[in-house]
């Protein structure tokens, strides 16, 4: 009987993995859709200027949770990469921010697309 137990608990914690994994996911994205977002009233407040860090975007909400700066399945904090654009005004797809891990991106229009764009794009 214990036996049974433990085979059906270790079944289910494996299979809960990609779950969880996908909830993570999940999160990432919505944060990324948040930056998108101060990334476009930034802009909108700064001529179409980018800020020279990923954290200069929370001074535009009266209290932002630090962990938007970062992926839920990372430690570290401010784990988004950030690509400050140079040399003049950056296309429309160009990638602003981008997870390590689930390599979602937000772009230089803010949005957020589904599919990631190629690495390197
Ligand atoms: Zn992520």
């Given at each position: 009987m214990t036996l049974l137990i433990v085979a059906v608990l270790t079944f289910a914690f494996f299979k809960a993995r990609p779950l969880w994994a996908h909830a993570e996911s999940a999160q990432c994205r919505a944060r990324?859709?948040?930056?998108?977002?101060?990334?476009?009233?930034?802009?909108?407040?700064?001529?179409?200027?980018f800020p020279a860090d990923l954290e200069s975007l929370g001074t535009l909400v009266p209290s932002s949770d630090p962990a938007i700066w970062a992926c839920p399945s990372d430690p570290r904090p401010s784990s988004y990469e950030y690509y400050f654009p140079t040399g003049g005004s950056p296309a429309k797809d160009a990638v602003f921010v981008r997870c390590h891990v689930h390599g979602q991106v937000c772009l230089a229009d803010g949005s957020v697309p589904r599919k990631a764009p190629a690495k390197g794009k």
């Open positions: 990324l859709v948040t930056v998108g977002g101060l990334l476009k009233a930034w802009r909108g407040a700064h001529e179409g200027n």
